[in-house]
């Protein structure tokens, strides 16, 4: 049972456009959907992340923007640059009892900048 | 520099054999918890400790035992390790709830386990 799916396992972007990865997710009870970026031989870092009530948050080239009607978010990366070439989470975060913060992730998407 | 470490970065072993994965952070946080990742299912949650001798399973927590005696350390044990632990593991930490915002997740470098 997949609660959050990233469908992309790779996507490929020429310098300078813009990157668009995508996030479904099937659990209306998350607070909070996040993007957590992997570079290889390393752990996973916190990029951005989206209220639930909200519908687009922005911090600088990375923009995120959520669709409840459709369960669906998206991160914008502009302009993309070489050091954006990494593997991107989308995870999804749900209060359980005792305040777990427990984060749901996708399967991730492989992004390569081309120069 | 704030950061989570995990030891070993690599281990190969065989099936049986016990071994322990250890976790330290040095931000004070009292939220801990342990993920693997494998291809096609993304992280998913083993374990997680709210503070200091409080633990509870995760998604996955078979096969696993994990202790917090100290804040900065959260060790996970595998008594009998068998093959389908083959896999990628994260440390992670954080504040806690704080009931208004989600707080970030640290995650350490990452433990890759072969189990042979």
């Known amino acids: 049972d997949q609660q959050v799916k990233q469908n992309s396992p790779s996507l490929s972007v020429q310098e300078g456009r813009i990157s668009i990865l995508n996030c479904d997710y099937t659990?209306?009870?998350?607070?909070?959907f996040l993007w957590y970026k992997k570079y290889p031989a390393e752990g996973p870092t916190f990029l951005i992340s989206i209220s639930s009530i909200k519908d687009k948050n922005e911090d600088g080239r990375f923009t995120v923007f959520l669709n409840k009607s459709a369960k669906h978010l998206s991160l914008h990366i502009v302009p993309s640059q070489p050091g954006d070439s990494a593997v991107y989470f989308c995870?999804?975060?749900?209060?359980?009892?005792?305040?777990?913060?427990?984060?749901?992730f996708g399967t991730g998407t492989r992004l390569t900048i081309i120069p | 520099e704030a950061q989570v470490t995990q030891n070993p970065r690599y281990l190969i072993t065989v099936t049986g054999k016990k071994l322990t994965v250890t976790c330290s952070q040095n931000m004070n946080h009292e939220y801990m918890s342990w993920y693997r990742q494998d291809p096609g299912l993304g992280l998913r949650q083993i374990y997680y400790s709210m503070n200091v001798e409080v633990t509870d399973k995760g998604d996955v927590p078979e096969g696993y035992k994990v202790s917090r005696k100290e804040k900065r350390n959260f060790p996970l044990i595998l008594e009998s390790p068998s093959p389908n632990q083959t896999s990628l593991y994260f440390c992670a930490s954080s504040l806690p709830y704080s009931g208004r915002d989600h707080n970030e997740q640290f995650f350490g470098p990452g433990t890759r386990l072969t189990v042979l």
């Open positions: 659990n209306s009870m998350f607070d909070y």
């Open positions: 995870a999804a975060s749900r209060r359980e009892s005792f305040g777990n913060e427990k984060l749901t």
